[in-house]
């Protein structure tokens, strides 16, 4: 195995003073779960400005570096040889080899781009790389320079040992998982919830999530579903928490005594009072939803205001600008898609009117509530009480 050693770089820019550590200690965790799934065994660390994920065993480096692309925080993902610092002959001699193995054909252009964080080197970044460069052209005389536009750069690393690697991939920037508190997702079995999660996460904020289920009315696949949604979530964002709460008697209460053409509206603000209970419970900062302006009834300017009134907690609607198409590309990235689209029944889909308000009044809706007050406060403590919690992994 050629790669032992990943390089893992990272923006350093979010990360000023004693908000650095936090992080990098948050990286380095993520870093740990994504690779725990992976063959082999893994050694992560961080020093000066990178971090290194050390291989070990029977791993497979293409694995490994797939594995990292899902871990927030991370912009580059370099796999890499470190040597002994041996002298400089030596150090040409494993980098003529990593060449010659990396790249049979030698028609190609190149530079060297060193960077010498361990200043006691003797030679400085800019003699390393022209004298490396110097012995590569000696060796391969089928390389040539090309310091504007390389098909390959060379970028050798100097500290304690010498790393050198000459292949990136880009990471998928944001910021660890857990450097920024936790929400909470509403997860439902569309395309939207789950991509909406997928960007709250990558500002580092960790995912817990509540599920509405409506037994009879919707079934155990539709539950599988959205369990399935979350493990493959999970893959970004860490472990959740899933909260599986059955609304089927509040919303039959809702069926029952509301006008319908509000039935949509008054149920979500029913989802967001519970979702906003079970976020306090969690200490989580803020409710995530998938909503986006104008995408159906219950999502205009009106229905969004009237939804919102319930909560005490701010609502992360990382959507709200995205049409359609862009959500669904969005999901497609990310893998969801193709769950999202199985076609099993949601619990909105079933009490819905054939004629929803699009503008509702919340003074109207608040009258219209009042109607279930004497049931309402025994079916939410029934719900909150029989909730289940899933722990969900990727
Ligand atoms: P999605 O937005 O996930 O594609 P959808 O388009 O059917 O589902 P709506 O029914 O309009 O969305 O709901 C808007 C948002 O409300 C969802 O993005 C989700 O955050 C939340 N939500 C809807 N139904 C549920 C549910 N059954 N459980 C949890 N959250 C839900
Ligand atoms: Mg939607």
Not at 1 to 24: Q, S
Not at 64 to 85: N, R, S, Y
Request: hydrophobic share 40%; proline share 5%; with cysteine.
């Amino acid at each position: 195995m050629m790669y032992k050693v990943f390089l893992v770089k990272y923006a350093e820019i979010a990360i000023k003073g004693k908000n650095r550590f936090l992080f990098e200690d948050a990286l380095v965790r993520q870093i740990g779960y994504a690779l725990q799934n992976v063959e082999g065994s893994f050694f992560v660390h961080r020093m000066q400005g990178r971090i290194f994920v050390e291989a070990e065993g029977n791993y497979d480096a293409q694995e490994v570096v797939e594995a990292l692309t899902h871990v927030f925080g991370i912009t580059g993902i370099c796999p890499a040889v470190t040597v002994d610092d041996e002298g400089f002959e030596a150090l040409t001699r494993h980098i003529l080899d990593y060449l010659d193995q990396v790249y049979p054909d030698k028609n190609l252009t190149f530079k060297v781009k060193s960077r010498r964080a361990n200043k006691q080197y003797p030679m400085e970044s800019m003699e390393l790389s022209a004298a490396l460069g110097e012995k590569i052209l000696e060796a391969y005389p089928q390389m040539k320079v090309d310091v504007h536009h390389p098909q390959v750069t060379l970028n050798v690393e100097v500290r304690e040992k010498i790393s050198f690697y000459s292949d990136e991939t880009v990471g998928p920037g944001g910021m660890p998982v857990g450097t920024n508190g936790s929400g909470m997702l509403l997860l439902s079995g569309g395309i939207d919830s789950p991509v909406a999660g997928y960007m709250i996460a990558k500002r580092g904020v960790g995912i817990k999530a509540t599920y509405f289920h409506a037994p009879p009315y919707t079934s155990e696949r539709a539950k599988q579903k959205v369990l399935d949604l979350a493990k493959q979530m999970a893959v970004y964002t860490g472990p959740i928490d899933l909260r599986i709460v059955n609304f089927t008697d509040i919303q039959l209460a809702i069926y029952e005594k509301c006008p319908h053409a509000e039935l949509t509206i008054i149920m979500r603000r029913y989802m967001m009072r519970l979702a906003e209970h079970f976020a306090e419970e969690e200490g989580c900062l803020g409710l995530i939803t998938g909503e986006s302006i104008g995408q159906v009834a219950s999502q205009t300017m009106q229905s969004l205001a009237a939804t919102n009134e319930v909560c005490r907690m701010p609502v992360y609607r990382p959507l709200i600008g995205f049409d359609k198409q862009e959500i669904v590309e969005l999901s497609q990235k990310i893998g969801t898609y193709e769950t999202s689209i199985l076609p099993y029944e949601d619990c909105c889909t079933i009490f819905v009117a054939k004629h929803p308000v699009t503008k509702p009044n919340p003074a109207v809706i608040r009258r219209s509530e009042e109607k279930l007050s004497d049931v309402i406060d025994g079916l939410m403590e029934e719900a909150i009480s029989t909730a289940e919690t899933v722990h969900v992994t990727a």
